[in-house]
């Protein structure tokens, strides 16, 4: 575990290191686990896409318990470029934050669903089984999304998964 000041100098590393300088603080911000989550979100709100970059890095291998702060900084926070990097960071994350997307794209927010539908096709083969899921919703609008999503992702077994999905009408 880190501390706070050790957490807010690879902050500092971050905003105005050297490419290794940078590359060592955002290993040691996935190291420092939950505590660094904020600081991170805040950096990647605050800066440039470089920056962002390497925060987001930070926050995949920080790993699942980074999923419920970025979505709820997505929520609260309209920065097209800050949401492009933190479902980048969810999809790097992968698997554990799938459902959570899977809840976005339910939501129906349209300024947060495509961002949320990419992040799944780059997580690919952990969301099938979601989305699949998702093909039995009550809004056929929800239908339509998970069949072009699996669609998308061309993912091995996703195609075969679908055409089973639509030629039996279960997932």
């Not at 955002?26 to 686990?33: I, K, Q, R």
Request: aromatic residues 4%; hydrophobic residues 45%.
């Amino acid at each position: 575990m880190t501390d706070e000041n050790r957490i807010d100098e690879l902050i500092a590393d971050l905003r105005e290191g050297e490419m290794a300088v940078r590359r060592a603080a955002t290993d040691e911000l996935g190291e420092s686990g939950e505590a660094a989550i904020a600081p991170l979100i805040d950096v990647m709100f605050e800066s440039d896409n470089d920056v962002r970059w390497y925060a987001a890095r930070a926050l995949v291998r920080i790993g699942e318990p980074s999923v419920e702060p970025l979505l709820q900084a997505m929520h609260a926070r309209e920065n097209q470029n800050f949401r492009r990097y933190a479902m980048a960071a969810l999809a790097g994350i992968g698997a554990p934050a799938v459902e959570s997307l899977i809840g976005i794209i339910e939501e129906g927010d349209p300024d947060l669903r495509p961002f949320a539908a990419m992040a799944i096709c780059k997580i690919g083969e952990p969301a099938v089984d979601s989305l699949l899921r998702m093909m039995q919703h009550p809004d056929p609008a929800m239908q339509e999304c998970a069949t072009l999503l699996l669609w998308k992702m061309g993912e091995p077994g996703a195609a075969e998964a679908l055409t089973e999905a639509l030629e039996t009408g279960k997932p």
